[in-house]
């Protein structure tokens, strides 16, 4: 990695701990700034191509089969001037039996019109898993519009889970669209945690079709909006086979103006799968303020914490 | 010394009397037992001295410490050293045990409490207050916290509940370590056996204290049940 690139690093503010994984010869990583690629390594068993085409990026990876990779793929996505677009298009392959963890750092820390888009076609084979995460800074601004589109296909006894995680900072306008099908015995976890603040624009869909027998899915959102931010959570959860197991779990905290909606949508065509769903919308649970009241927290800073867990 | 005094306290619900002329002295670094049937209002007056919302008396005095406590804030009066531990203890994602014991000014590092109420520290430090610990571990955890905080008043409803029975040693000996360090209890319990580590108990039927005394009588009278006096109905004096 050169100088350069840790300047932009420092520049998107990512932290020490994180510049040094970047550094790290065992580490993959894959660093693309605005439309550029700035740096990518790879290590045995896994492939990646990552060229700049068409306005955009273009990231092909592949883990070879039965590779398991002991330390995670990092990424880092970002922008750094105020304005300018961002389109990822992403084809991840991992072959059977091979397991890898992502870490993706979706750093806009000057945001004032700026536009991400990110497209992945995930395949994940027979017996492989994949762990993601993806972390966001979009700065103080709200000047963004992030699209994170994903269409993943697990095989049989595979198994993905996601965690997206935007809880400090703006959001600006934020679009998930998630669309997972699931194999026989495999599982699936979609979480996301957002805090939304000012006019930010916070809409999610996310989608499991639990599509071959025992396969098991769990869509969990945790929100929180404040001041006059918006947030629509849709988590629809299809059981389409014989001893499918399905949970949509939402919970949204709000705060002074904040609008907030969760539509679960569940749909069984199969008398031996189950699909359940939980929601709750509302301002901070009074026994939990309670609670903490009488530890002597002002209600402020009750109302804090309780919401810092819930990201959490 | 009396520490808390509850003067002439009449409390309404929906229309419905709940306390009326009930008197109460608390004193200081005593464990006083509160005894009486389901409904009479127990946890209400626990909700009253805490100051929690909605539970606001219509009229009467409540005084810690000589200070008028009835318009003072929840977190207030926990500053002046009230804590309550609930009957039904509320859970939290994302509050892991050893931050929910540090809330406090915790004189003693988180491990220290979670063994004193029978629990070990390397085993629920980490975990998550959430609904994946039981309904016993979590009434533990939070008689933990009451003791972290080093309250002047601790107030505890019914700590019993949910609890195996093999732990009364382990209440006994919360409250012991309560009554070591200074600290006065209000001790809301059905068990006459954990009502019997109080040094005074008070028996509540009708909306009021129709009797206080040694542990020992007013356990043997709440056993009956009967109430010579009111027989469990609240006589509103308004």
Partial sequence: MTNKSHELLNMLGLDKNNQAVFQDQKTAHLVVIGQRIISSRTVPGLEVDAKEQGGGVLVRIRLSEGVCLATPVHTCF????????????????????SSARFIAHCLFPKAEHVRHSMDAQIMIAEGASMGYQERHYHGPYGGIKVIPKATVKIGQGGRYTSDFTLTDGRVGSLEIDYDV??????VVELTTRVFGHGSDDIR???????????????????????????????????????????????????RDRAVAKAIPIISVIHPQAKVTH???????DKHQLETLMAHGLTPEEAVDLIVKGMLE | MNLLELSDIRFTASGRTILTGLTLTIKAGEIHALLG???????????????CEGYYPE?????????????????????????????????????????YLTLGAATEPPEVFLRLVGLNPSAYLDRMLDRFLSGGERKRIELASVLAVRPRLAILDEPDS????????????????????GSAVLLITHREEIAAAADRASRLCGGRIIATGNPRQISSSFKTRKCISCDGMVRDDK
């Fill in chain 1, 78 to 97: 970002g922008v750094v001037h105020n304005q300018e677009d961002q389109l990822i298009k992403i084809e991840v392959c991992l072959e059977r039996n």
């Fill in chain 1, 181 to 186: 099908e699931a194999s026989d015995d495999s």
């Fill in chain 1, 204 to 254: 999610i869909r996310e989608r499991i079709v639990l599509a071959g027998k025992n396969a098991r899915g769990l869509i969990k959102s945790r929100i929180a909006v404040e001041d006059d931010a918006l947030a629509e959570v849709t988590g629809i959860t299809e059981g389409n086979a014989a001893g499918v197991r399905g949970h949509v779990d939402c919970m949204e905290i709000i």
């Fill in chain 1, 278 to 284: 939980e929601a709750a919308i509302g301002s901070v």
């Fill in chain 2, 37 to 51: 049937t389901n409904g009479t209002g127990k946890s209400t007056l626990a909700n009253i001295i805490m100051g």
């Fill in chain 2, 59 to 99: 009229s009467g005095g409540i005084y810690f410490d000589a200070i008028l406590l009835n318009s003072m804030k929840m977190y207030e009066r926990a500053r002046l050293g009230i804590c309550l531990a609930w009957q039904e203890p509320a859970r939290f994602e994302g509050l892991r045990v050893h931050e």
């Fill in chain 2, 162 to 181: 949910g609890i195996d029975m093999l732990s009364t040693d382990d209440i006994i000996q919360v409250l012991d370590h309560l009554r070591s360090t």
